[in-house]
C-alpha cells in the first residue's frame, strides 16, 4: 500500500468529523462516532486496497462513517439517549468571527429541517466535494437518482431561506 493510515487520518478527518456531524447535529456524538470510525478504518486498514481501484481512501471512510452513525441510531433509539425535546446544539467553531458564526447557525438551522437521507447527500455532494458517481457508489443508488436526490434538496433549502442558495452557507 503507498499511503499510510496516519496520512489518510490527516487528509480526512476534517471531512468525516463534518460529514457526521452535519448528519447527527450533536457536538459529542459527531466526536464519538467520528472516533469510532476511525478505530474500525484502523482495525481494517489491511483488508483496504487502494490500488484496486474499487475506493479510494475517502469513499471508503465515507462507507464506514455512514454505517457507525446508522448503528448510532439504532442504539440511540434502544437506549433513548436523548430526549425528545433537547434542542440541537449550535456547533463549536474553531474560528471566532461572528460573520462565520451566523452563517454556521443558518446552516445548522437549515439541516435540522432536512431528514437523515437530505442531509447526508448534501454532506456528501457539497460538503465532502464528492462526484455524483461516488455518492452512487457509496449509497448503493445510480448516479442519476443521486444527482435527482441532490437537486431536490438543494430546492427544499431554497425554500427553507428564501434567496439564498446553499452555496452561500457551505
Known amino acids: ?66 454505517n457507525a452513525i446508522i448503528d448510532h441510531a439504532r442504539l440511540a433509539s434502544v437506549r433513548h439517549e436523548q430526549a425528545a425535546d433537547e434542542l440541537p446544539e449550535v456547533p463549536v467553531f474553531d474560528e471566532t468571527d461572528g460573520t462565520q458564526l451566523d452563517l454556521m447557525r443558518e446552516v445548522h438551522r437549515i439541516f435540522s429541517h432536512l431528514s437523515d437521507t437530505e442531509r447526508e447527500i448534501l454532506t456528501l455532494r457539497d460538503l465532502m466535494e464528492l462526484s455524483y458517481h461516488e455518492i452512487a457508489e457509496i449509497l448503493g443508488i445510480s448516479e442519476a437518482a443521486a444527482t435527482e436526490r441532490h437537486r431536490r434538496t438543494i430546492a427544499k433549502c431554497r425554500t427553507l431561506e428564501a434567496g439564498k442558495s446553499l452555496s452561500d452557507f457551505i
Not at 471531512?15 to 478505530?39: C, G, P, W
Request: aromatic share 16%; proline share 2%.
Open 1 to 66: 500500500m503507498g499511503i499510510s493510515f496516519e496520512q489518510i487520518y490527516r487528509d480526512n478527518f476534517r471531512y468525516i468529523y463534518n460529514m457526521v456531524y452535519m448528519r447527527v447535529l450533536h457536538r459529542e456524538t459527531a466526536e464519538d462516532i467520528t472516533s469510532q470510525v476511525f478505530l474500525n478504518a484502523f482495525a481494517a486498514f489491511d483488508r483496504f486496497d487502494q490500488d484496486n481501484g474499487r475506493a479510494t481512501p475517502k469513499t471508503w471512510l465515507v462507507t464506514i462513517a455512514r
